[in-house]
Nanobody, 115 residues
Framework: QVQLVESGGGLVQAGGSLRLSCAAS????????MGWYRQAPGKQRELVAT???????NYAGSVKGRFTISRDNAKNAVYLQMNSVRPEDTAVYYC?????????WGQGTQVTVSS
């Protein structure tokens, strides 16, 4: 079992910044990829960004150039720095990882961007 706990969500004005954190525990290995997904009201969950253990990253087109994903393998943690946020970034953000063929999700953290 893997447990993921997110923190750092909240209310921010458009154009502002926010940093999300996720701490993993349990049967987690530093070699596992980690990432962030989000789900806005009435919409499907979508990928935001992922990062491999070696630091290779992948971003959704809508956040590329504004968001930065990073990780600390020693702490089994992943972060999402969100800059120049927009109202359309409003969503519940979920931390994600995969381990031993199973996918794991955090409980989610709400990010609300006011215009």
């Amino acid at each position: 079992q893997v447990q993921l706990v997110e923190s750092g969500g909240g209310l921010v004005q458009a154009g502002g910044s926010l940093r999300l954190s996720c701490a993993a525990s349990g049967r987690i290995f530093s070699g596992n990829p980690m990432g962030w997904y989000r789900q806005a009201p009435g919409k499907q969950r979508e990928l935001v960004a992922t990062i491999t253990s070696g630091g290779s990253t992948n971003y959704a087109g809508s956040v590329k150039g504004r968001f930065t994903i990073s990780r600390d393998n020693a702490k089994n943690a992943v972060y999402l720095q969100m800059n120049s946020v927009r109202p359309e970034d409003t969503a519940v953000y979920y931390c994600w990882t995969t381990s031993s063929g199973s996918m794991y999700w955090g409980q989610g953290t709400q990010v609300t961007v006011s215009s």
